[in-house]
């Protein structure tokens, strides 16, 4: 198996809903170890990734917002 990243553990996922990709991300987020200053850029756009919002009903939509955010965090 090839390494990723130093690690041999690299599955590739079937099609899944956009959240429960999200949902896996933050689960395994606490387990990373990012390099502050190679990373900053992936940093600065992971903490404002944020869902689309609705402003008629008050509320934030299912998606994620589609932005520089949401294609640095794919």
């Given amino acids: 198996m090839q390494q ?3 690690s041999d ?3 590739v996922v079937d099609n899944h809903k956009i959240y429960d990709g999200i949902r896996k991300a933050r689960l ?3 387990k990373i170890y990012f390099d502050e ?3 900053k850029d ?3 756009a992971l903490t ?3 869902q689309e919002r609705d402003n ?3 509320m934030f939509k299912d998606n994620p917002l589609h932005n ?3 294609h640095a965090a794919d």
Avoid: A
């Fill in 28 to 30: 395994i987020f606490p």
């Fill in 37 to 39: 200053d190679k990373c």
């Fill in 68 to 70: 520089w955010t949401s």
């Fill in 9 to 11: 553990k690299c599955f």
């Fill in 56 to 58: 008629k009903k008050g």
């Fill in 42 to 44: 992936l940093l600065n």
């Fill in 4 to 6: 990723f990243l130093g």
């Fill in 48 to 50: 404002q990734y944020t």
